[in-house]
Each structure stands twice: as structure tokens, then as C-alpha cells.
């Protein structure tokens, strides 16, 4: 948080500003796409159900716009709702595979015998303060 000056002389708490993510910049098509597709299969999921979308809103305490947003492929919606509207609509136990560390071909391959629980460097915390 930074201090500012205000009109009355008051210091006043602000967040600072964050350089934005190259990520939002520039999404990468895979990344759209695969939002775009989560979207449009929770969407079908939904009228299945024969649910509005004030009606999941409504279950998960959010704006139907949020959901809209969210069956829309919108990058900046967060995860907790996607997951969200997987529970609402009993569809929670498909996330389970998701990356799943047993099925990670890529990363077994470069683990090999020296598997971390973190990735910090060799030797442990520094002590030089």
C-alpha cells in the first residue's frame, strides 16, 4: 500500500498499480479456446437442467452476469466460479482428472528420482539478511 496526499492533508491508503499480465495482454488462442469450450459445455450442462441463469446464480450467491460471463469464455472470470457451477449442477467429480499428477506423462518423464514437494533451490532458505 502507498500513502497519498489528499486536498485536506490527510494521508489516504492505496493499492499501488500492478503492471497488467502478459497473459491478459495477449491470450494465447489454446488458453481462449479452451475457456470459449468450458463455457459453451457448462452453458449445455445448464438448459439440460432446465435451469435459468438466475436460477444458478441464485445457488451460488453470484450475478447472473458473472455466469454469463463465465459460459461466455471470459478470461477474467474466476476459477471458483467455473468450479462452482460444476458443483451447482452435480458435475464436480469430472474436475477430479484434471491435472492429475499420476496421469502427467510430461512432468513423470522429468521428475525422475528427484521429485520436490516445492520448487526451491538446492541447499534450503538463505539466512543472509
Known sequence: MSLRPQESGELSRSAPKLPRSQLTKATPFAVEDALKRLGSNLRTARLRRNLSLAELAGKLGVDRHVL????????????????GMLW???????????????????GLALSGLDERERARGAGGPSNAF
Open 88 to 106: 451447482a449442477m452435480n458435475l464436480l467429480p469430472s474436475l477430479d482428472g484434471v491435472a492429475d499428477p499420476k496421469a502427467d506423462e510430461e
Open 68 to 83: 454469463s460471463d463465465a459460459e461466455n469464455g471470459k478470461f477474467g472470470t474466476s476459477a471458483g466460479i467455473y468450479v
